[in-house]
């Protein structure tokens, strides 16, 4: 099932789905309209229990997300208009990062300034080796504002990032992944493909534990090691308790394939 809004494209397989931004005369530039787009969007597949896994990517073959959309940011002529643009842009990645479903970046092309803060909201990035980074906010006289820069931090370390974001320079594919800022490199048509067979083999698995899983590991963050591990002891113990896991284990007695319902 395929749908096509103003600026992105949103297909349904099965338990996986795929949302394109679709911009690219504007590289795929996010604007104000993007943007709500998006968050509606996110809304419907947190509503949806069918799906599973989430691929984001880019259309075109040069980019991913080249950032936010300077003819729109021209707009915004005072620090009160910037303010509500950084909020309004970082509550969707906290979205999108939030959402409870593993949320995969099929980075196609390049992605700079907020492309990489749209890549780092996601929980695992796919790039073709043509792929180029850089935290180009910079440049503009600005910064990060959409969460990425604690989420750099998070994923790179403190110093890379702070090299990252105060020199704006443009790194390769292999760098990102050298740096931790990327999980995979392959080439450019195998981007998507491969990224929705790791989805697929993602979703074929226990609904209820797909879920907890993506929970666990986003709360402890900022946990602290024994409320993490009160966490993971609770979440577990209702997994242990459920219909799937009972299915599982009949089902690897009974040597067949589990039908997994999502209770």
């Given amino acids: 099932m395929a749908e096509t809004f103003k600026n992105i494209r949103f297909e349904k397989d099965d338990k996986v789905a795929t949302v394109t931004i679709d911009r690219p005369e504007r590289k795929n530039a996010i604007d104000i309209d993007t943007t709500l787009e998006l968050r509606a969007l996110v809304d419907r597949i947190k509503q949806d229990s069918e799906i599973l896994t989430l691929i984001l990517t880019g259309s075109g073959d040069d980019a991913f997300i080249s950032g936010g959309d300077l003819k729109y940011f021209q707009t915004l002529d005072s620090l009160h208009k910037g303010r509500e643009m950084s909020i309004l842009y970082g509550d969707l990645l906290d979205s999108i990062e939030g959402i409870d479903i593993p949320v995969i970046a099929a980075i196609n092309g390049y992605a700079f300034g907020g492309g990489c803060e749209f890549a780092l909201a996601c929980d695992y990035r796919i790039a073709s080796k043509e792929a180029r980074f850089g935290f180009r906010q910079i ?78 590991v986003n709360s402890c963050v900022d946990m602290t090691g024994r409320d993490a591990n009160l966490l993971e002891t609770e979440l577990f113990s209702i997994l242990w308790g459920s219909e799937d896991h009972d299915e599982a284990v009949e089902a690897f007695f009974a040597k067949r394939e589990p039908v997994f319902k999502g209770k």
């Fill in 139 to 216: 440049n503009m006289g600005i910064m990060t504002s959409w969460g990425g820069g604690k989420r750099l931090v998070r994923t790179v370390g403190r110093s890379k990032a702070l090299l990252l974001m105060l020199t704006g320079e443009i790194i390769s594919a292999e760098k990102a992944l050298s740096l931790g800022l990327v999980d995979k490199v392959v080439e450019k048509n195998e981007v998507v493909p491969i990224a929705k067979d790791l989805a697929k083999r993602i979703s074929k698995n226990a609904p209820l534990s797909i879920r907890f899983i993506k929970k666990l």
